[in-house]
């Protein structure tokens, strides 16, 4: 069981890695303007070079994805020249400074033609004074400096350029400063590092957002699930232990009646009943920045919705399965010892009919994830399936890739859990 564990734990890294590259490759591939759809249809071509160059789209595509998987500070030091280091300031802020030949953190910025550096002290408080002997010259005597600006960027200053850069404010719109640097190293630690990096649409931290999203679905998802997967596995086995019987055939029909009808439908059909003719409970989720469990009255509706959609699906999944088994030559041999009737059921039968309940439960603990997009949409839910939706729509390639290796991460973890739980079901699976 430890080697198995061990495979699946290695399966799960490289099909993260597989999965990455091909979410980075189909959003590269795919249609629209990332500066136009974050910033709008009227931004100014200098303006739209000057994000992409801020947030390192204009970088070759390959370097882009090792920068969101290994991080780019790596690169960046070789570009300084000095140890970069990344800190959070008392106001919950991350900044990133170099670490000076005195083990100062420091920063800089472009005055006229002079070097400003700004050191952080151990207290939080600030010093600034010129620091113009940095200045370095090129091949051609240009005068050039790398170093780290207020905005987290490795960057490099040319002096007596007075390069104009338009910077964009969220709140402000775009502030133009002179004294802009040439080129820009977004600095980020990496996936691996635990840093997916920024969002390009909202600006913020995709880790803090994509973990507030993540676990209001999980909430979500654990409270149907826990309500709608015990019903649906006794209902499945009750229909299941006789085939054609009255029972069978309600609960057989009723199953499919609640599978086949789309979730957008169940959705919109118990808001006009349940909130809009009856008034019993709120139309629509709207939790701000509050966890779910505070408002559990906006619960009642997505819950419900998925619900009855997954009801009827494992349920006709689990009485197909109890159906095959009953049929078997062992239970017939059973019945033919004169064993007790529910003594069949619950030792023989029962496990047996689990195996493929199980299988698709844990599948759909991975779609109850990423794929309750649509009842998020009707309800305004703020899940992580709405997300990814509002961030394929704007190509936000790093929150793209962060909730995917979150799915990614379920998907194969829950095949594991399911794994395990067939050893319990039949003894006979072992894994080596």
Do not use: C
């Amino acid at each position: 069981m430890a080697k198995f564990i061990i495979r699946r734990i290695l399966l799960l890294f490289l099909t993260m890695i597989l999965v990455s590259a091909a979410v980075f490759l189909i959003t590269e591939s795919s249609p629209g303007n990332v500066a136009r759809n974050v910033l709008g249809a009227f931004v100014t071509p200098e303006q739209e070079a000057s994000f992409l160059a801020q947030t390192g789209l204009d970088e070759p595509a390959y370097l882009r994805y090792l920068y969101w998987l290994f991080g780019s500070d790596w690169h960046a030091e070789n570009k300084v020249g000095l140890p970069l280091q990344r800190i959070k300031t008392d106001r919950g802020f991350r900044e990133w400074y170099a670490v000076d030949e005195q083990d100062r953190l420091i920063r800089w910025k472009l005055k006229g033609d002079d070097l400003i550096a700004r050191v952080r002290r151990p207290d939080g408080s600030t010093e600034e004074f010129k620091d113009n002997q940095r200045w370095q010259k090129d091949e051609s005597g240009t005068e050039f400096f790398w170093g780290v600006d207020f905005q987290n960027h490795a960057v490099r200053w040319e002096r007596g350029t007075d390069r104009k850069v338009w910077t964009f404010v969220m709140g402000s719109g775009w502030i133009e400063t002179s004294g802009g640097p040439v080129d820009y190293i977004p600095l980020k630690k990496g996936f691996l590092r635990g840093d997916p990096g920024i969002s390009l649409r909202t600006g913020r931290p995709v880790a803090k957002t994509l973990f507030v999203r993540l676990r209001n679905s999980l909430v979500l998802a654990g409270i149907a699930f826990v309500l709608v997967m015990p019903l649906a596995l006794v209902l499945g086995l009750i229909a299941g232990l006789k085939e054609g019987s009255l029972r069978d055939r309600v609960l057989s029909v009723g199953g499919m009646t609640f599978s086949v009808i789309p979730e957008f439908a169940t959705g919109i059909f118990l808001i006009l009943i349940l909130a809009v003719w009856l008034k019993l409970v709120p139309g629509a989720t709207v939790i701000g920045e509050k966890a779910p469990w505070e408002r559990p009255d906006m619960l009642i509706l997505p819950v419900l919705t998925l619900a009855l959609v997954e009801l009827g699906y494992v349920l006709r999944i689990t009485r197909a399965s109890m159906v095959e088994v009953m049929r078997s030559p062992y239970i017939r041999t059973a019945w033919l010892k004169g064993l007790p009737h529910w003594y069949i059921v619950f030792k023989h039968a029962v496990r047996n009919a689990l195996l493929a309940p199980i299988t698709v439960i844990m599948l759909h603990v991975n779609w109850l994830l990423g794929g309750i997009v649509i009842v998020e949409v009707v309800f305004g839910y703020p899940g992580l399936g709405k997300y990814l939706l509002d961030s394929a729509l704007f190509k936000d390639i790093n929150a793209l890739e962060a909730g995917a290796m979150i799915l990614v991460t379920v998907a194969v973890g829950t095949q594991l859990i399911a794994d395990i739980i067939y050893t319990f079901l039949n003894p006979r699976i072992r894994y080596s």
